[in-house]
């Protein structure tokens, strides 16, 4: 009998890991709330942009998916960027030279990047990380033309969707 709920303790208690962890690192916002302000430069804030579609992007050098993201990236903003898109990347990083690095090896050629440094061991404590509720990287926001957050994570399939429907050919 003992055994009989020892298997059930054990499996409730893996399920609970597993939906806890994945509470844990959902991002802190859903689509249809305003995007919550921030420096993107000494003399810009992300509100400056309002008027464009703004796609948020989270990542660090340090991280493999966001390297291997960033030629997509690139392309995507070649294609979007005449018909109203901005993107704001906002690097995750303990050291800033490696961030410069990385932002010129992978050709991060738009103009908005914020150097979001970790205030503690934790990558994900730096300012603006902790704003946005991130806990893993990447982490995408696609924001409306006022500022408003109308896709999470969007798969580059439905960003395409999305911008499509919406910006003018």
Same mark, same amino acid.
């Given at each position: ?10 499996? @409730?208690?893996? @399920? ?7 509470? +844990? ?20 804030? $992300? ?5 464009? +579609? ?22 995507? +903003?070649?294609?979007? *960027? ?5 993107? /704001? ?9 490696? &961030? ?5 090896? !992978?050709?991060?050629?738009?103009? *908005? *990047? /914020?150097? !979001? ?14 704003? +946005? ?17 109308? @896709? /999470?994570?969007?798969? &580059? ?9 919406? $910006?003018?050919?």
């Amino acid at each position: 009998m003992i055994k009989k709920y020892g298997f059930w303790m054990v499996l @409730a208690l893996i @399920a609970g890991v597993i939906i806890g962890r994945y509470l +844990y690192m959902k991002p802190g916002f859903v689509n249809g709330e305003m995007a919550v302000d921030f420096a993107i430069s000494d003399t810009q804030n $992300l509100s400056d942009l309002q008027g464009n +579609y703004v796609l948020l992007d989270f990542w660090g050098s340090w991280c493999g998916p966001c390297r291997k993201e960033n030629p997509t990236l690139v392309e995507f +903003y070649k294609n979007y *960027h005449e018909r109203g898109l901005e993107i /704001v990347s906002v690097a995750v990083e303990e050291k800033e030279e490696r &961030w410069r690095r990385a932002r010129q090896k !992978d050709g991060l050629i738009w103009p *908005h *990047h /914020v150097f !979001d440094q970790a205030t503690s061991l934790s990558f994900f404590d730096s300012p603006v990380a902790t704003k +946005y509720s991130v806990k893993s990287i990447p982490t995408k926001y696609l924001l409306d033309d006022k500022g408003m957050i109308i @896709a /999470v994570n969007p798969s &580059w399939e439905n960003l395409e969707k999305l911008l499509n429907d919406r $910006l003018p050919k």
